[in-house]
C-alpha cells in the first residue's frame, strides 16, 4: 500500500520550453504532497509543500513563478518547471504524506535534463 | 528548526562486516525519526522509523536502529551487510504536523560495501 507513482523518469528538453512532471498517489489519497530537487551527491533539498485545493507552501529561494505546483486532486500534484534553462537540470523527487502511522512515500524520481 | 546531522558522508566496508550510519539531530519538539535508502536514480525507500514506543526499531534488509534522546541519536546498524547494501542512506526527522508535516534531511551517507 502507500505507493506514489512518479512521470517521467527521465526528460530532455530544449532550453525556454515547460516540462512538467506528475506524481499520483495509487492507493491513498494524499493531501499533502512535497516537492524535493536533489543535485548530484547531495541530499534532498524541499521545495514546497502541496495542500490540495489550496496554493502551494514555496521554500525561501524557490521562485514560484519558475515551479509551478498544482494540488487539484487527492490523488495528482504536478510540478511544472516553465522557461526551463540548463541550471534546472537536477533530480526531482515528489513525497507524499500518508498519516501518522506510515510516514511519507516517495515517488521514483525525475531526472530533469535541460539542453 | 530542527536540523539533522549525518556525521559521516562515506563509509566503506567489507561484505560480512557490520556497519553503523551515524545520526544525530537537534530540535525543540518531540520528533519522529527516519531513515531513508536511495539507489542510484531512484526515489527513496523507507528503511524504518521511530514514532513512539520502544527505542530500539527493526527495519527491512537486516537494519536496525536505535532512539536515544539524552544523545539526540538514531544511529542505523546492521550486523553483516552485503554487497547489495551499497547506496545512499538519509537519515530524516519531522514533527508530524508542527511545520505542516515537513521532513528534514542530513546530508546522507554513501555506504559502499566491498568484497
Known amino acids: 500500500g502507500a505507493v506514489v507513482s512518479q512521470h517521467p523518469s527521465r526528460v530532455i528538453c530544449k532550453s525556454g520550453t515547460s516540462v512538467k512532471i506528475e506524481c499520483r498517489s495509487l492507493?491513498?489519497?494524499?493531501?499533502?504532497m512535497f516537492w524535493y530537487r536533489q543535485f548530484p551527491k547531495q541530499s534532498l533539498m524541499l521545495m514546497a509543500t502541496s495542500n490540495e485545493g489550496s496554493k502551494a507552501t514555496y521554500e525561501q529561494g524557490v521562485e514560484k513563478d519558475k515551479f509551478l505546483i498544482n494540488h487539484a486532486s487527492l490523488t495528482l500534484s504536478t510540478l511544472t518547471v516553465t522557461s526551463a534553462h540548463p541550471e534546472d537540470s537536477s533530480f526531482y523527487i515528489c513525497?507524499?504524506?500518508?498519516?501518522?502511522?506510515?510516514?511519507?512515500?516517495f515517488g521514483s524520481g525525475t531526472r530533469l535534463t535541460v539542453v | 528548526a530542527q536540523s539533522v546531522t549525518q556525521l559521516d558522508s562515506q563509509v566503506p566496508v567489507f561484505e560480512e562486516a557490520p556497519v553503523e550510519l551515524r545520526c544525530n539531530y537537534s530540535?525543540?519538539?518531540?520528533?519522529?525519526l527516519f531513515w531513508y535508502v536511495q539507489y542510484p536514480n531512484q526515489g527513496l525507500q523507507l528503511l524504518l522509523k521511530?514514532?513512539?514506543?520502544?527505542?530500539l526499531v527493526k527495519g527491512i534488509n537486516g537494519f536496525e536502529a536505535e532512539f536515544n534522546k539524552s544523545q539526540t541519536s538514531f544511529h542505523l546498524r546492521k550486523p553483516s551487510v552485503h554487497i547489495s547494501d551499497t547506496a545512499e542512506y538519509f537519515c530524516?526527522?519531522?514533527?508530524?504536523?508542527?511545520?505542516?508535516?515537513?521532513?528534514?534531511f542530513g546530508k546522507g551517507t554513501l555506504l559502499t560495501v566491498n568484497p
Open positions: 521511530y514514532l513512539s514506543g520502544s527505542t
Open positions: 492507493d491513498f489519497q494524499a493531501t499533502t
Open positions: 513525497s507524499a504524506f500518508t498519516g501518522v502511522n506510515y510516514g511519507y512515500t
Open positions: 530540535s525543540s519538539v518531540s520528533v519522529y
Open positions: 530524516a526527522v519531522s514533527d508530524l504536523g508542527g511545520s505542516n508535516y515537513k521532513l528534514t
